[in-house]
């Protein structure tokens, strides 16, 4: 197969062609093992799901555990089902879960943005934030659900008081991760685009931001869960609608499947919203480099 | 000296009767370390770049290169001394220079050509304008079909071409380099040499090239100035008298520049191992 009659002297043999060792075939093999990787991992996935569900539900029916305390996989999703189809606690499913989003949602992009605004206007001016620096530790130093109660006492047991609790839950986090990037701005482009000519507030908004801004991408999926969490606390200490009213509804009747349907539908909530942000963060963020396939 | 203050933009004016392009006259700058001791940077810097020269600055590693680059720009300001630009003391940041950094200064969120669009729209240029521009910048780098890739999609040879144009398209008169080409190969660096002498001799700007490879100073450079091993002042100087133009790929093995090489070292060395020498007992 070599084809180079003229130095057949000199050369080593040239190997003979394998079939199997084209760019095509190659290519092939790797897209099929690829495949292969995939559907393993999700086939194990899916067992181990089958295995645990089935494992409470065989437990609880065997009465090895106590569906008082544990509940059962099948009790759950009966309670699930006649909480859509029913209703819970005299008004739809939908409107308690609606009720906690739209806390979640308005504390989050509240809490969100001040948090930028704050963590930016601060990261840029020194003197304020040196003056600053130790009351904002005094506030953070407050466990945020101790806040719950006065919160109820100040706005009522409407969306308000719900909404304050989870805008302190997201304001902090947010503003201490603005204000670290601003601080952490590369000081070789901040250079670079003042000698281009860009003025104060250019060199905010088109250097100082967008570089802080991987910061605050950073704490942003875990803001949002703070969120959900300082809306169904508030809801605990007191309110009329929300999955936390659910809870606690439950809990009082000593409905174990209640209160685990509900926590079911908080876990949803998270996940879509957790999906969302990733989505959100990768279409603003699609100039940081692709890790490499090999490293996850 | 004040009659020799000519208007910076008469490019017709005879050489002779304007100010140079750049003067630093006794400069000092001192800087208080992070322990709060006072630590000298420059002593006694004087330095002339005349219109259109090409000025390359060598001297051992952390000796204060870059602090003469800092004061040109105005980022940062002399202790004593004065440094001038066209015969008028330097006051803020001066829209006539461009700035190229040994680091990747390019902004990482934004694609080439925002990249190179970033100085025109900073200085309220007309939006499709400043495009067009950039495009045309763009081709004269050779990165003409890569204006939607970002920064780190790219070689380190094409991000220093982006970085070249996103400097050039503001036309600046005086153009300060800091090591610019140090983090490539050295193949590549040839390449980059080549580049910035095309671009440099259409511009006709005034430049001062920091490095610490000798042959690169000669390779590019009218006129090297040698510094001393920290603090930084000249020891002398000496006018490159190759012709131009350069090819940067073949000079370096021209008898003459191998002449002029050997000649600089021989001054440029004890610089290096007082400046090593120092660097290693403080480590």
Same mark, same amino acid.
């Given at each position: 197969m070599s084809g180079q009659q003229t130095s057949d002297m000199l050369a080593p043999p040239v190997p003979e062609f394998r079939p199997g060792t084209s760019d095509a075939e190659i290519e092939a093999a790797a897209?099929?093992?690829?495949?292969?990787?995939?559907?393993?991992?999700?086939?194990?996935?899916?067992?181990?799901? &089958?295995? $645990?569900?089935?494992?409470?539900?065989? $437990?609880?029916?065997?009465?090895? *555990?106590?569906?008082?305390?544990?509940?059962?996989?099948?009790?759950?999703?009966?309670?699930?089902?006649?909480?859509?189809?029913?209703?819970?606690?005299?008004?739809?499913?939908? @409107?308690?879960?609606? &009720?906690?989003?739209?806390?979640?949602?308005?504390? @989050?992009?509240?809490?969100?943005?001040?948090? *930028?605004?704050?963590? &930016?206007?601060?990261?840029?001016?020194?003197?304020?934030?040196?003056?600053?620096?130790?009351?904002?530790?005094?506030? +953070?130093?407050?466990?945020?659900?101790?806040?719950?109660?006065? @919160?109820?006492?100040?706005?009522?047991?409407?969306?308000?008081?719900?909404v304050a609790l989870s805008f302190v839950m997201v304001f902090f986090i947010v503003f201490? +991760?603005?204000?670290?990037?601003?601080?952490?701005?590369?000081?070789?482009?901040?250079?670079?685009?003042?000698?281009?000519?860009? %003025?104060?507030?250019?060199?905010?908004?088109?250097?100082?931001?967008?570089?802080?801004?991987?910061?605050?991408?950073? %704490?942003?999926?875990?803001?949002?869960? @703070?969120?959900?969490?300082?809306?169904?606390?508030?809801?605990?200490?007191?309110?009329?609608?929300?999955?936390g009213v659910l809870i606690q509804i439950a809990g009082g009747a000593f409905d174990t499947a209640g209160m685990y349907a509900a926590i079911v539908i908080i876990m949803v909530v998270a996940l879509v919203a957790e999906y969302a942000v990733t989505i959100l963060e990768n279409r603003l963020a699609k100039w940081r480099p692709v890790p490499l396939p090999d490293t996850q | 000296m004040t009659e020799r203050n000519a208007a910076p933009s008469s490019p017709s004016a005879p050489a002779g009767a304007r100010a140079p392009a750049i003067e630093l006259i006794r400069v000092n700058r001192r800087f208080v370390t992070p322990d709060g001791k006072s630590m000298t940077a420059l002593r006694d810097f004087t330095m002339t770049v005349d219109d259109g020269e090409f000025v390359a600055v060598v001297g051992?590693?952390?000796?204060?290169?870059?602090?003469?680059?800092?004061?040109?720009?105005?980022?940062?300001?002399p202790s004593g001394g004065e440094v001038r630009l066209y015969g008028n003391p330097v006051d803020g940041i001066d829209p006539r220079i461009g700035f190229v950094f040994q680091t990747d200064a390019l902004f990482p969120w934004r694609n080439v050509i925002d990249n190179v669009v970033a100085g025109p729209l900073f200085r309220e240029k007309d939006r499709s304008e400043a495009y067009a521009l950039a495009r045309r910048w763009l081709a004269r780098v050779k990165l003409s079909g890569h204006e939607t890739k970002y920064p780190h999609q790219l070689s380190g040879g094409m991000r220093k071409r982006v970085a070249l144009a996103q400097t050039f398209i503001n036309e600046p008169r005086i153009l300060l380099m800091d090591e610019p080409f140090s983090a490539l190969d050295v193949q590549t660096r040839v390449?980059?040499?080549?580049?910035?002498?095309?671009?440099?001799?259409?511009?006709?700007?005034?430049?001062?090239?920091?490095?610490?490879?000798?042959?690169?100073?000669?390779?590019?450079?009218?006129?090297?100035?040698?510094?001393?091993?920290?603090?930084?002042?000249?020891?002398?100087?000496?006018? *490159?008298? $190759?012709?131009?133009?350069?090819?940067?790929?073949?000079?370096?093995?021209?008898?003459?520049?191998?002449?002029?090489?050997?000649?600089?070292?021989?001054?440029?060395?004890?610089?290096?191992m007082k400046g090593a020498a120092r660097s290693e007992a403080a480590a």
């Open positions: 897209a099929r093992a690829e495949r292969k990787r995939r559907l393993t991992v999700r086939f194990w996935q899916v067992l181990l799901l &089958v295995v $645990l569900l089935g494992g409470w539900e065989v $437990l609880a029916r065997a009465k090895i *555990i106590d569906v008082f305390f544990f509940s059962s996989p099948s009790a759950i999703a009966e309670r699930l089902v006649q909480w859509i189809t029913q209703g819970a606690d005299g008004t739809p499913l939908w @409107f308690h879960v609606w &009720v906690t989003i739209e806390e979640a949602l308005l504390g @989050f992009f509240s809490g969100f943005i001040l948090g *930028i605004l704050a963590g &930016v206007a601060l990261g840029r001016n020194r003197m304020a934030s040196d003056v600053l620096t130790i009351y904002i530790k005094v506030f +953070n130093s407050v466990p945020r659900v101790v806040l719950a109660p006065i @919160f109820i006492l100040l706005f009522g047991l409407g969306l308000t008081s719900k201490s +991760n603005a204000f670290q990037g601003v601080r952490e701005a590369d000081r070789a482009l901040i250079a670079n685009a003042r000698i281009l000519g860009a %003025s104060k507030w250019q060199l905010t908004r088109s250097v100082i931001v967008p570089s802080a801004m991987s910061w605050i991408f950073a %704490s942003l999926h875990v803001s949002f869960g @703070f969120a959900i969490v300082g809306a169904i606390v508030g809801e605990f200490v007191g309110a009329r609608h929300g999955i | 051992p590693t952390g000796c204060g290169k870059s602090t003469t680059l800092n004061l040109i720009t105005g980022l940062d300001r390449l980059m040499h080549e580049a910035l002498l095309a671009l440099w001799s259409e511009s006709g700007a005034s430049v001062v090239f920091v490095t610490h490879d000798l042959e690169e100073a000669i390779t590019l450079a009218d006129k090297v100035y040698v510094l001393t091993a920290g603090p930084a002042t000249v020891k002398s100087v000496y006018r *490159i008298e $190759l012709p131009r133009p350069r090819v940067a790929a073949e000079i370096r093995y021209q008898q003459d520049f191998i002449d002029i090489s050997h000649t600089i070292w021989n001054d440029l060395r004890d610089e290096v």
